[in-house]
């Protein structure tokens, strides 16, 4: 079989590179070795962390929202088993739906380990040891990446007691006590669901403080809310052991600084420390593909350093997103058809689907301290929002960074119920490069939470009316 | 009798006003305020954000009432009830401290608030009727900000079983059956609260459907969740007034039969009309359209140094248009050069789902001579849309063929009113098809969907 491109893999770079591929006349493959389409975001990723961080949300306002609004309902009542199958329906319609795209755009799909023996050839190695090869005039690199363990510790992940996000999506009951070592946003996430069923969970994190890289303004208060919810946190602690005991497991922590080490237990553990991207098995050695931190060294247009073979996505540089991946796919697609691809690596905004949200887009204040650009800063907050009251989602903040000559807007970050979606309007206009006054005359509807997001920008010149 | 004198002075405390009056404080301008009740007018006391506390309040209940039950979220919950009271205090509270904040700010921003009720005596001399007597202010400027009245039907005066949408507000117990006379989106928005809290709802609509001024692929899933909530439209007909009785509401049907609907409250919800009468504006003699002042690009009506903004001066009736209207009119007194250019002005019916229309509908745009592309993309392939178990609605986009000038987005959903912000933005900002297209958009969210029904109008949506 002989094809135009052939796409290793089939998460939201691999599916989406392939689609739009075929869309430009391309003849077009994808190699998958999961049973379904979508990888990691839609099987185990994403789709069913957010399925279940809904449905958990829901629970608990059952639980705590419904006296304020003058609804009287008992004490809700968990069936774990169905929610899980709620967020096992959610992902099959979800990788259904990539199934039939391939199809719909005349993509083949093979089932197998994809690798890569010469350039030009893909070797699918199925299930049963069967192989078939593949011609491929271009290969696009689409593996994503896995779970990766604490630096220096080794961690056997059992997915029942020792779990990764994998197993934490698919816990058979709450857990009395959950440890989650890694304030990231999958830990933050995945810490939040089981807090909200009922586990105590404590948060064991290497830095002095939450989600790193995002906004630290941000991630400061982030954590009072999350500390007001019930979560706990032991931060600048560093992991030397993760231990499955005779019932639940066991993490062994000591001070960054140096210190005495603790051993804490709980019936699960999560290690949510990050991951690393997949290569294992591509061949790419034999290749003669090069590596950087396992990470694929690409150029701006994607391609390797062998002809004819690119990479997208959580295997190469850049932040570990299924929407940088996707809009990777698409440009890649386009190169190899001959046409201009590009990705504006500025404007990838970042979403943590916790109650409240947290989303980011640009630089944070770190970073423009860092590049030594003066900045000028709006806030505003949920609490002076009349929509934000009316739903009894106060919690929060929008803040604009703008440059202090040109007022172009440089970052937003938004803390608040539903600042996933908010956060697109800002994405919208720092591709146009647009300034703060731009968003801050531009009409809002009323009454919205996007308000405050008008307002942070008005604040930027300091004429918000609402504060 | 007091006197003053000032640079400023805005008849009216609602969303323009008082927007207009905080704005023109911090420009150091000497500002009065007028407000004959509570400050915040329509949109804070009885409106909008009492509207949205009611809404959240109601769609809560009929969640839990769906968990109570098999479900497939694997919640269990008792049945719940309503203690409508409760509800009602607790907007109360909402309305008090949001009132209350703009009395703060406008304090902050040194405006003088009189409480009374303003007539001109002439364009220059404005006379306050106060608890303490009339004062008179002879102000450089003046705005009118007197905003609007619900319209009230002459066969179906308000009172007793007749109410408008201010006492749909304040109930003290839910109706067990409730007829709403006019399928807008005020109707619409409390009928919905109304049903999902228990009552029995009709809706009686003149038009052909609900909600007449969009269009009905955007309109359809609004009528099908409302059937789906046991809501009973009634299209193409008209209330013709109260039963001899007083009991019931007497309709007539498309083709001139009549029907009586049993009613224990009858929501009257025809529109809103310009606030003109009361102020002395009469006799000000200035122009007037439509029962609307007149207003040209700055807000300036027919006499010089006065202003109107807001409802009063006509369509669209939006408290964001009459905030941006004060926002401008205040700079323009300070001497700034200002001039409304918005390209876009987004309206949001909080009915469920949702609805969104900012910029021109597809045949809206056909109609204006536009040659045009058009690109929908539905929630039912949005990923954060099936993990909400919610997947109706959509998000469509409409752009002139030639250079693919976004002329207009609307959208229907859960949950979208916040998609509103970044379609206004996209407007104002001159988009290309291409730009919204290329921008990325954070996956898994709704917001998704705009960059889809884009890709969709170019030919090459990715994921449909």
Not at chain 1, 206 to 215: A, F, K, N, T, V
Not at chain 2, 16 to 29: C, F, T
Not at chain 2, 47 to 69: D, M, N, T, V
Not at chain 2, 106 to 133: M, P, Q, S, W, Y
Request: hydrophobic share 45%.
């Amino acid at each position: 079989m002989s094809y135009d491109l052939v796409v290793i893999g089939t998460g939201p770079g691999g599916y989406v590179c392939a689609i739009r591929a075929a869309q430009l006349g391309l003849k077009t493959a994808v190699v998958e070795k999961r049973k379904t389409h979508g990888g990691t975001c839609l099987n185990i990723g994403c789709i069913p962390s957010k399925a279940l961080l809904h449905a958990s949300d829901l629970f608990e306002e059952a639980g705590h929202e419904f006296a304020h609004l003058g609804i009287q309902v008992g004490k809700p009542k968990l069936d774990l088993a169905a929610m899980m199958k709620h967020k096992d329906d959610t992902v099959g319609a979800n990788v259904q739906g990539v199934a039939f795209l391939l199809k719909k755009n005349k993509v083949d799909a093979f089932v197998g380990t994809g690798s890569i023996p010469a350039a030009g050839k893909v070797l699918v190695t199925a299930e049963d040891g069967s192989t078939q090869t593949l011609d491929a005039k271009n290969i696009v690199i689409a593996t994503g990446s896995d779970v990766a363990s604490p630096p220096g510790v080794k961690v056997d992940f059992d997915e029942k007691v020792i779990v990764s996000s994998t197993g934490a999506i698919a816990l058979e009951k709450v857990p009395a006590k959950m440890l989650v070592i890694g304030a990231g946003v999958i830990g933050l996430e995945l810490g939040s669901v089981w807090r909200r069923l009922g586990a105590e969970v404590t948060v064991v994190e290497y830095l002095d403080r939450i989600l790193p890289g995002m906004d630290s303004e941000v991630a400061k208060q982030f954590q009072r809310m999350l500390e007001k919810q019930g979560i706990k946190f032991l931060l600048s602690s560093k992991v030397t052991g993760v231990e499955k005991a005779k019932s639940g497991g066991t993490v062994t922590f000591e001070p960054v600084a140096g210190g005495e080490a603790t051993t804490l237990s709980a019936d699960v553990v999560l290690v949510a420390t990050g991951r690393r991207p997949y290569t294992d098995g591509l061949g790419l050695e034999a290749a003669g593909v090069a590596l950087d931190r396992g990470r694929i060294v690409i150029d701006d247009h994607f391609r390797s350093s062998v002809p004819g073979i690119y990479a997208i996505g959580d295997v190469v540089r850049g932040p570990m997103l299924a929407h940088k991946a996707e809009d990777e796919g698409v440009a890649c697609a386009e190169i190899i058809a001959g046409k201009a691809g590009h990705v504006n690596y500025d404007v990838i905004p970042g979403v943590v689907y916790t109650m409240p949200e947290v989303a980011a887009v640009g630089k944070t204040e770190e970073e423009l301290k860092a590049a030594g650009i003066a900045y000028t800063v709006g806030k505003f907050p949920f609490t002076a929002n009349g929509r934000a009251r009316a739903m009894r989602k106060m919690d929060g903040f929008a803040k604009v960074l703008a440059c202090a000559q040109t007022d172009r807007v440089l970052g937003v970050h938004i803390i608040g119920a539903g600042a996933g979606d908010m956060i697109h309007e800002a994405a919208v206009l720092m591709e146009f490069g647009g300034s703060s006054e731009d968003l801050a005359r531009t009409c809002h509807a009323h009454p919205t939470m996007s308000e405050a997001v008008k307002e942070a920008a008005m604040a930027v010149e300091k004429r918000a009316i609402h504060i | 009798m007091a006197e003053r004198n000032c640079r400023l002075l805005v008849i009216g405390g609602g969303p323009g006003g008082y927007v207009a009056a905080i704005r023109a404080g911090r420009l150091g301008l000497d500002t009065i305020l007028v407000e004959a009740e509570t400050l915040g007018g329509t949109c804070l006391n009885i409106g909008c954000i009492p509207s949205k506390a009611l809404i959240h309040a109601a769609e809560e209940f009929e969640a839990a009432k769906h968990r109570a039950g098999k479900n497939p979220l694997g919640i269990t919950a008792s049945a719940p009830s309503i203690d409508l009271a409760a509800t009602v205090a607790w907007k109360d509270g909402i309305v008090d401290r949001l009132t209350g904040g703009v009395a703060g700010l406008l304090r902050k921003g040194k405006v003088t608030v009189i409480r009374g009720r303003a007539t001109f005596r002439d364009g220059r001399t404005v006379e306050i009727a106060t608890a303490d007597g009339v004062e008179i202010v002879r102000p450089e400027n003046t705005i009118i900000a007197t905003g609007s009245v619900p319209v009230e039907l002459p066969f179906l005066p308000f009172g007793g079983k007749v109410i408008s949408s201010t006492q749909a507000l304040s109930l003290a117990e839910v109706p067990r059956r409730l007829v709403v006379v006019g399928g807008g989106y005020i109707g619409l928005e409390l009928g919905t609260a109304y049903a999902k809290l228990g009552s029995d709802v009709t809706v009686v609509e003149a038009a052909g459907k609900i909600l007449p001024q969009y269009d009905a692929e955007l309109t359809r899933p609004v009528a099908a969740r409302l059937a789906q909530l046991g809501v009973k439209v009634m299209a193409e007909t008209k209330a013709k007034g109260l039963s001899a009785d007083g009991e019931c509401l007497v309709v007539t049907r498309a083709d001139g039969s009549e029907e009586v609907l049993a009613a224990d409250r009858i929501l009257v919800t025809v529109g809103r009309r310009p606030r003109i009468e009361g102020a002395g504006i009469e006799k000000l003699g200035l122009t007037t359209e439509r029962g609307a002042i007149r207003i040209d690009e700055r807000c300036r009506t027919s006499m010089h140094g006065i202003f109107a903004i807001g409802d009063v001066t006509s369509e669209p009736m939006l408290a964001h248009r009459a905030m941006a209207q004060g926002e401008m009119v205040a700079d323009i007194v300070a001497g700034e050069s200002r001039v409304w250019d918005k390209v876009a002005i987004p309206a949001v019916c909080f009915t469920d789902p949702e609805l969104v229309s900012v910029g021109l509908a597809p045949e809206e745009a056909k109609a204006a001579g536009h040659e045009t592309i058009t690109g929908l993309f539905p929630f039912q392939a949005n990923g954060r849309a099936m993990t909400t178990g919610r997947d109706d609605g959509f998000v469509r986009v409409t752009a002139r063929a030639s250079d693919h000038l976004v002329l207009g987005i609307q959208a229907v959903g859960p949950g979208i009113s916040e998609l509103s912000a970044s379609f206004g933005l996209a407007l104002e900002m001159g988009a290309r098809l291409e730009d919204i297209a290329h921008t990325i958009h954070a996956h898994p969210t709704r917001g998704e969907a705009l960059q889809e029904a884009a890709l969709k109008a170019l030919g090459h949506a990715l994921h449909i």
